[in-house]
């Protein structure tokens, strides 16, 4: 008996059935360019991912080898540039697109029951899009990463009572060093994206389960 790939997987995962519930679920008629904001969110997110896997195996996270690792990226891999800007690029327009989703959300007042949890999973999606972005600044170690990384720890060490220990936590003693890399990077690259895309899963089983709310 001769079977296709499709009918293989369909034996074992119902494949059929799930592909045709996403191609035919229907959108309601009220939904426009303005919803398509979280989706571009997601879609940035993926090209992170990716660019930021390939950007991953050349990269070094050391002070002293960061810096030459960047250039190196840049002026000797082959779509180097590409890579990185697109890395660049793609990480302000995830900020945007997530500013723009939660005002969406905000003035067509989704956030409201039973859509309150998923208004405060997207809070803190929104938090981790920006530490993202502020982990990512220190990596290449150039001066902009240098004196960015130094104004957002004071800034966090200001906090009143837990300030310091949060500075301390993030700088991994009193100044930028190799420690601070380390934990930026491993931030970055390991329980950014883990915990990111576990909430996103939350998000959408949430969207898929409650729907699209009904306009004010
Ligand atoms: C990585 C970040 C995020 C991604 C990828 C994402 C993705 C999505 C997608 C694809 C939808 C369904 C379509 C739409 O309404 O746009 C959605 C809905 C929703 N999102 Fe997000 N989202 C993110 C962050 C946020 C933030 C920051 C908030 C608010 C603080 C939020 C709150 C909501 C709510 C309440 C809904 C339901 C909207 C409705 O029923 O009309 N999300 N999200």
């Not at 034996?11 to 059929?16: G, T, V």
């Not at 934990?183 to 576990?198: N, Q």
Request: hydrophobic share 50%.
């Amino acid at each position: 008996m001769k079977l296709g790939v499709v009918d293989f997987l369909d034996e074992r995962f119902d494949a059929r059935r799930v592909a045709k519930e996403f191609a035919e679920h229907r959108v309601p008629d009220h939904v426009n360019w303005l919803y398509c904001f979280g989706g571009i969110t997601f879609l940035c997110f993926i090209i992170q991912a990716i660019t930021g896997v390939l950007l991953a195996f050349y990269y070094q996270p050391t002070t002293d080898a960061a810096y030459r690792s960047i250039l190196m990226i840049m002026d000797d891999m082959p779509f180097g540039v590409m890579l990185r800007s697109l890395h660049a690029w793609t990480a302000n327009l995830m900020i945007l697109m997530v500013t723009l989703h939660m005002l969406r959300v905000f003035f067509h007042g989704a956030y409201r029951p039973p859509r309150e949890l998923n208004w405060v999973t997207g809070v803190l999606l929104f938090f981790m899009t920006v530490t993202f972005g502020f982990s990512g600044y220190l990596l290449p170690m150039n001066q902009l990463s240098f004196w960015a990384t130094k104004v957002g720890s004071e800034i966090a060490g200001g906090l009143p009572l837990v300030g310091h220990y949060i500075q301390a936590f993030l700088l991994g003693g009193e100044k930028i060093s190799d420690a601070t890399l380390s934990r930026f990077y491993a931030i970055h690259v390991i329980i950014l994206p883990i915990t990111l895309t576990m909430l996103l899963v939350a998000h959408f089983l949430m969207v898929r389960k409650q729907g699209i709310a009904d306009p004010l």
